[in-house]
């Protein structure tokens, strides 16, 4: 009876392990197939989390500007392409350069960034406690977001959030 059991368990172990890892196998070639549509998603939840936390605090809802979300895009493709994780970039842009060479007339910007976490509610939760937890309740009326992938690095996940404000700046339509 005990032999019966000791093989039950490994073979249930056994199989497990398997499951596990063609999951894993799974979502890397899901995530390694992303679409410019699915990554927008990933972008979008993000922000949606973001808002979600502002409304807990009594906040307004920051809204997408898509200059903006060019400056994030910018320094998201920057480190994951070279899984660098820094507020400057590889060519020392900054927050505030990436904004304006975007086009954006900014009164304030500030960014966070994360690698990584696979999925935004992970992203804001590590945000929220710590310094990313300013910005995100800070007295901003607009954000930027991007997000990427990158099988090749060690990180593979990668957002960026740029929060700011300018009196003569749109939301998206």
């Not at 936390?53 to 009594?58: P, T, Y």
Request: proline share 1%; charged share 25%.
């Amino acid at each position: 009876m005990v032999a019966i059991v000791k093989t039950s368990t490994a073979l249930l172990l056994t199989l497990a392990t398997v499951s596990d890892a063609a999951n894993l196998r799974q979502e890397a070639r899901d995530l390694s197939e992303m679409t410019a549509t699915q990554t927008n998603d990933f972008a979008a939840a993000l922000l949606a989390r973001v808002n979600k936390e502002r409304a807990a605090h009594g906040l307004s809802a920051l809204c997408s500007n898509k200059k903006l979300k060019a400056a994030a895009q910018r320094h998201v493709k920057d480190q994951s392409k070279s899984d660098y994780m820094s507020d400057t970039g590889t060519d020392n842009s900054t927050p505030k350069s990436r904004a304006t060479e975007a086009g954006y007339k900014w009164q304030c910007v500030e960014e966070n960034i994360d690698s990584g976490n696979a999925k935004a509610d992970a992203v804001v939760d590590w945000w929220m406690k710590g310094d990313g937890r300013d910005n995100i309740l800070g007295k901003y009326t607009m954000a930027g977001t991007a997000y990427a992938y990158n099988e090749k690095t060690y990180s593979k996940h990668y957002w960026v959030q740029v929060f700011a404000t300018g009196s003569s700046e749109d939301c998206d339509a």
